[in-house]
């Protein structure tokens, strides 16, 4: 068999084409005449029936573009007769319509089932193919042309064709039937009614005509068309985001289960929404005490977390004593106002201790279990070991273990054998990831039968005590900590703790541990969220030494040497610069009639009224260790004061060149800026505003494009991002390269001049929201700022009153239902902003509703529902949230 292949492309010099089959580690150069006509020839042995494949351009240099991969050409070999397959292609880069090839479109929403090309017959065939990504799930393509072969434009004689491929429709024809070798036709878009098929939608551009070139017996060409285009209008859908662990049932155990999602599936489904949202679901079990429950923590991106697993699920004890027992205590745990998180997670583990007693041995005997460890086991067999290590040892700082300080590969045989000691130690950790999966695959398959999609949640780090980091610490830098710089949660920045990453290294293998990670998380979601996108280009790093986010900088940028600094206009005085600002006009600002107490426990006179910081107390976490268990008011002032005086420098000094510099980050609102001279104050703004936000912008668009294309393309799952906080202008151009959704937040809006974002310009492929799990709900914010409120009142919904406080339902309906007429692909609203619309089902305290406090690295992360989702169905919310939905066209 021979297949040659076609393809017009405009090359440069030096570029040269391949045809990449895959699954054949083989690629195979086309040659080209004119560097415009490429043409490659192959001779396939065996038995080959498809072949999936793709084209690249590369130079000496290495690659320089690729098709778009995650849905490439197919060719089938299904003509009976063929000899020879001449295939006329087209290059594809991503689509703007690239959303609608998502499973979220073609699992969940659009579903459709594809079929394999039926084998023809024919001594010549005419295989047309195109791509119809516009359809929903109940329409399907055909063609219409302008002989008796192609339907004589007749509608009830139309082709039906074939989708093989996700949104990609093909048919063959018998080339001896085509009239003097021309084809003249359009594609049509069908439906049945009433059990017959009829055509909506015709194609309306014009006809299209292809001259068929001369062909012998057993040949095959093979055209692939410009996607066909018709009057369907862009789908938008409506959902709700809610963590899983706030989800309450009259079944759960105190905390959210993977059954309770599926119950929470219903609730979207029967309200005309079509995504459920939630927050990450990995494990992140450091200490087993309540500060586990910051579930963007993770110590393991494969690893789900225990208290997830639906106890209903799973067989009961037999132990009736102590069945009754753990009744008796989950209806406690579950009567609660919020989540106990130690009590909740105690209970399960020993639930579960007890049930893998009874029903383990059978259970990792199965061949379910077998299949799952098999798929699992390269990230499996070292969770288990870290989990054994860190509850045996007490602490999950693998610094301080005896033994094992770092993962052994060699002892991965002896922890994958059953019956060996060391399985033992860690079967139990499997035998709960095994449930785990196994009702989280469940709840998925659930949601997409009821066309729902489930959006996940990708945390941009990982704990620096978790399990990735001790089986793989080449990929992380631990001398360092990654948060984010100022903005509206947060005026000292957030310091997460976790440690950056080693890029160097990721993208040296082709970033296998993303890819790993966003390939396992497709087995439960159908859409995600990149947590803080802007990592990708450039993490905002703080030294070890900081507890604030204020002394970090951007990593990787261009830091800047003495001499660009004054090329400003600001002469640059380093020490000045570059250690803590301390006089005594400071001093009596920031600490009042303590400030003489300051000086004489922290501080050493330097000269005039300058001080600086005695050694024992020059750094935050030397401050933060010596106020250790010190919580009065005044202890916290001083505290935190001395805190400020550490931050208050005009310039950061670059981590890797002593020799550069970076602005310190809002540094405009500190002492060292107010000190200097009016002129100095201009020069360093302009420094200031070309370093944040111009003069990095090409070099942080290279950094993104070195690992996010890969991400993005792993999957077939949708990509949003949450791309919010100090923006540099290049995450735009990666999000329009890359077709990812952005985020909208109305009361965040991206465009610096404005005050309120204005709904209507939101592009499509957005998602639109009101507020996020770090932000006051509506109801809150709508009373935390009178003025700010009265203007959005005022501006945005054009009401001259006096805006009223608290909110009312009528209002908060107001809003939601703007919301939900915006252009935005989707709409998400968290479940209490839905509520709000309702003043007899929203919760009676607004302050209690509030998931996370941004501001506070030690926010015990513990909100739930205030009623079961059977209470929640039973409601007139089903019906109020499916009017709006319906109302607005969702």
Not at 74 to 84: F, G
């Amino acid at each position: 068999m021979e297949v040659i292949f076609h393809l017009d492309y405009k090359t440069s010099y030096g570029e040269e084409l391949y045809v990449n089959v895959v699954g054949d580690s083989q690629k195979y150069i086309m040659h080209t005449p004119d560097g415009l006509h490429w043409v490659a020839q192959l001779k396939l042995k065996g038995d080959v029936s498809v072949l999936d494949y793709f084209y690249s351009v590369e130079t000496s240099d290495g690659l320089r573009a690729v098709e778009w991969t995650a849905e490439t050409h197919r060719l089938e070999l299904s003509a009976v007769h063929a000899k020879c397959y001449r295939v006329y292609d087209r290059w594809m880069d991503i689509p703007e319509d690239s959303y609608l090839y998502s499973s979220a479109f073609t699992d969940c929403v659009n579903h459709r089932e594809k079929a394999a090309v039926e084998r023809n017959n024919y001594a010549r065939t005419v295989r047309l193919k195109v791509r119809a990504p516009q359809l929903r799930s109940d329409e399907y393509l055909a063609l219409s042309g302008a002989t008796p072969l192609l339907g004589d434009w007749q509608e009830d004689k139309v082709l039906p064709m074939t989708e093989h491929n996700y949104n990609e429709w093909i048919i063959d024809l018998d080339a001896d039937k085509c009239a003097d070798g021309r084809l003249e036709f359009k594609f049509v878009a069908q439906a049945l009614k009433d059990d017959r098929a009829e055509v909506r939608f015709w194609e309306t551009d014009m006809n299209r005509i292809i001259t068929l070139p001369k062909m012998a017996d057993g040949d095959v060409v093979v055209y692939e068309l410009d996607q066909a285009f018709f009057p369907i209008s862009n789908r938008r859908m409506a959902g709700t985001l809610i963590p899983v662990f706030s989800l309450r049932s009259q079944s759960s155990f105190g905390v959210g289960d993977f059954g309770d999602l599926r119950k929470m599936v219903d609730f979207v489904s029967a309200t005309r929404q079509r995504v459920l949202q939630v927050l990450p679901i990995n494990d992140t079990t450091i200490s087993h005490r309540w500060t586990d429950s910051y579930p963007y923590s993770c110590i393991s991106i494969f690893a789900l977390h225990p208290q997830y697993v639906d106890l209903t699920q799973l067989p009961a004890l037999k132990d009736k004593k102590r069945a009754a027992h753990f009744e008796a205590l989950r209806k406690e745990l579950n009567a609660l106002a919020e989540i106990d998180y130690e009590r909740v997670n105690a209970a399960k583990n020993e639930y579960l201790h007890e049930l893998f007693v009874q029903e383990g041995d059978k259970a990792l005997k199965s061949q379910a279990f077998k299949t799952f460890f098999q798929e699992v086991e390269e990230w499996l067999v070292p969770y288990g070991q870290y989990c054994y290590l860190r509850d045996k040892n007490g602490t999950a700082d693998f610094s301080q273990w005896p033994d094992h300080r770092v993962w052994d590969e060699k002892e991965r045989k002896s922890l994958s054998t059953p019956d060996t000691a060391a399985w033992k130690n860690v079967a139990f950790y499997y035998y709960v990831q095994f449930l785990l999966s196994t009702q989280m695959e469940a709840a998925h398959d659930y949601a997409r039968q009821k066309h729902v999609i489930l959006k996940g949640d990708i945390p941009i780090g990982v704990n620096r005590h978790g399990c990735d980091v001790w089986m793989e610490s080449n990929y992380f830098n631990l001398n360092g900590q990654a948060g984010a710089p100022p903005d509206d949660f947060s005026v000292n920045g957030q310091n997460w703790g976790f440690p950056t990453y080693n890029w160097e290294a990721m993208i040296a293998d082709g970033c296998r541990w993303w890819v790993r990670r966003f390939q396992n998380m497709q087995k439960y979601f159908d859409a995600y969220r990149i947590d803080h996108v802007l990592g990708f280009f450039r993490i905002w790093e703080i030294p070890i030494h900081a507890v604030h986010g204020l002394l970090g900088q951007f990593v990787p940028s261009l830091g800047m040497t003495r001499e660009e600094i004054e090329s400003y206009g600001l002469h640059f005085q380093e020490e000045f610069f570059t250690k803590p600002f301390i006089a005594d006009w400071v001093l009596d600002r920031i600490f009042h009639e303590h400030a003489q107490e300051v000086k004489d426990t922290y501080l050493n006179h330097l000269h005039d009224d300058i001080w600086e910081m005695k050694p024992e107390y020059d750094t935050q976490r030397k401050v933060e260790a010596a106020f250790e268990g010190r919580t009065s008011e005044k202890d916290i002032l001083l505290r935190d004061g001395l805190y400020a005086l550490i931050s208050d420098v005009l310039f950061v000094r670059d981590r890797n060149d002593s020799n550069k510099f970076h602005p310190r980050i809002t540094v405009q609102f500190d002492f060292i800026y107010e000190a200097l001279y009016d002129s100095d104050k201009a020069a360093f703004n302009r420094l200031y505003n070309d370093y944040y936000y111009r003069r990095n912008n090409l070099f942080w668009y290279g950094e993104a494009m070195k690992k996010l294309p890969r991400l993005v393309n792993a999957t077939r799952m949708l990509v949003c991002a949450e791309d919010l906080g100090m923006v540099p202008a290049c995450v735009a151009w990666v999000m329009q390269e890359l077709r990812i959704l952005s985020l909208e937040i109305q009361s965040m809006p991206k465009d610096p001049n404005v005050r309120f974002g204005l709904l209507s310009a939101n592009p499509y492929r957005s998602v639109s929201t009101i507020s996020t799990h770090d932000m006051p709900t509506l109801r809150q914010w709508w009373d935390e700022d009178m003025e700010r409120s009265q203007a959005y009142y005022t501006t945005m919904l054009y009401r001259d009153s006096i805006a009223p406080h608290p909110m009312p339902g009528w209002l908060a309906n107001d809003i939601v239902y703007r919301h939900l007429n915006c252009p935005s692909m989707l709409c998400i609203l968290s479940l209490q902003d839905w509520l709000a619309v309702d003043e007899q089902h929203r919760h009676p305290n607004a302050d209690a509703e509030r998931i996370n406090l941004p501001s506070n690295p030690h926010h015990y992360w513990r909100y739930r529902m205030h009623f079961s989702i059977e209470e929640l169905m039973k409601s007139s919310m089903v019906q109020t949230i499916s009017e709006m939905v319906e109302g607005t066209d969702r």
